[in-house]
């Protein structure tokens, strides 16, 4: 049986359309109709089978949804969500995957519709590859998906939102957004600001000796710097602090080297392998 | 038909048993002679097939060598070459694997042999995962191998380290010790210590929400503390001029979020974004 009978998903990227191939696949969903901007984005989700329809009109691919997912880039999310909120039935359920949740639930609020049908939520979940042709129906399989209602939330929406998750494979994590734009400023915006540093730290005529090492650790700095610079400059506060806590950490480093302290460098070590093992392989 | 009669490989871990793997399947060497301290990593790598025969006495394992690779750990190094010398034949050729170049040189040039058969190497290949159970005789293959001559160097000698890892499928970059130490600050030491403080500036609590790009950029961190500690204190002087370039770049960034400048965060993020791919997938 369908859990739903209509889906919108606005923005048909790796995201959206591994969304929509989670539904499909799982005939979770009657219909799934894909927006966005790009005919040719959309062709692709239509191609993989992530949708079912599409269409460049957001106010008709919602028209008779019950649930709604704004994928679009994170400084776009909220006027999609408030768009969507104009034109969809007055029960629908409304939800993003934007990395940044404070300052999206803010504008949303700050909108002319009721705001309590919709429920942000952020998937840990992505990859540089980008585009519905990279879109995986087990993307989001074990991963952890934060979902952050507000006092004003509809309690069915949540639960709606978290379901969706769930059904997608996914660990559902409550948190405020508050406190999820002050964790993930260290986790993945700072780390990913370091990652860049790091590889503009090199010279050109360096890399010749840049090993496996190098290579793993300012990975992430591929990723789009668009959507990199939107994410930070939506949680600018909370990443400021996590920069100072990490230039607390590498201060730390500088003085045990400049002292020629070895049991300060290594404990330094230890602190920070101690934490990578404890995090995963 | 054998490069060499008798090799002698100092120190039987991941380094030392792919370059004995290497000799060996390549049938390089008619001899691999493992020495180390303990009897069960000797055992290991006789049973992978890294050496031909073990022995715990440095003097008794070098005492017919042609060739002899140190690949002790980095502050070891010096002494096991200037004892190495002292107990082979005269017409010996003697490197290492150290990721620290300068102070081997000027430690094993302040020894009470003559040091012209003693030729510096690096390879820029290795793994988390240690011991000679890990060994792989394709560690090497189009790996960078930076070897670092001095104006004592024998050129017979720099021709003949050249060759090992030339054999064994590397590329060979040939390049002063303190360029090298210079250059390996900034793409390895640095890294390492960047990805240590990183993960240590994480609290226990924020774990739950790392993703698989925190988790890769800070992979390195999990390496052996001790090894690192030795590394960076052998180089601490190139280290902390790597350090400051990066926390010049750092403060770029700072500066950046701080003005809300989106031109010049933009920039920063694409600069990281270019030398990442230039080098890479």
């Given amino acids: 049986m369908n859990a739903w009978d209509s889906v919108a998903i606005v923005g048909v990227g790796l995201i959206g359309g591994s969304i929509g191939l989670g539904l499909r696949q799982r005939d979770l969903a009657k219909e799934v109709v894909g927006c966005g901007r790009r005919l040719?984005?959309?062709?692709?989700?239509r191609r993989c089978g992530a949708v079912t329809r599409t269409t460049t009109d957001l106010a008709d691919?919602?028209?008779r949804a019950q649930l709604v997912i704004v994928c679009?880039?994170?400084?776009?999310?909220?006027d999609h969500v408030v768009?969507?909120?104009a034109n969809a039935p007055a029960d629908v359920v409304i939800t993003d995957a934007g990395s940044v949740k404070g300052l999206i639930i803010e504008r949303v609020t700050a909108g002319p519709s009721v705001?309590?049908?919709f429920v942000g939520s952020h998937p840990l979940a992505g990859s540089e590859k980008t585009g519905p042709e990279n879109a995986r129906a087990d993307l989001f399989v074990d991963r952890t998906v934060v979902v952050t209602p507000t006092e004003h939330s509809a309690m069915d929406a949540t639960a709606s939102v978290e379901r969706l998750w769930r059904e997608l494979g996914a660990r559902v994590k409550?948190?405020?957004?508050d406190d999820h734009d002050r964790v993930v400023a260290v986790t993945s915006h700072l780390t990913h600001l370091v990652a860049a540093a790091l590889a503009g730290t090199l010279d050109v005529e360096e890399g010749a000796l840049v090993g496996t090492?190098?290579?793993d650790t300012v990975r992430i700095a591929s990723g789009d710097p668009e959507l990199w610079r939107q994410i930070v400059a939506m949680n600018t506060d909370s990443v400021l602090v996590a920069l100072s806590r990490f230039e607390n950490q590498l201060g730390r480093f500088r003085s045990a080297l400049e002292r020629g302290e070895s049991a300060a460098l290594m404990e330094l070590l230890e602190?920070?392998?101690?934490?990578?093992?404890?995090l995963g392989s």
Avoid: F, Q
């Fill in 40 to 45: 040719s984005s959309l062709d692709r989700a």
């Fill in 61 to 63: 691919a919602v028209g």
């Fill in 72 to 78: 679009t880039p994170v400084d776009r999310i909220a």
């Fill in 83 to 85: 768009e969507a909120m």
């Fill in 115 to 117: 705001s309590d049908r």
């Fill in 174 to 177: 409550r948190m405020t957004a």
């Fill in 213 to 215: 090492g190098w290579l």
């Fill in 271 to 278: 602190t920070g392998k101690r934490m990578r093992d404890a």
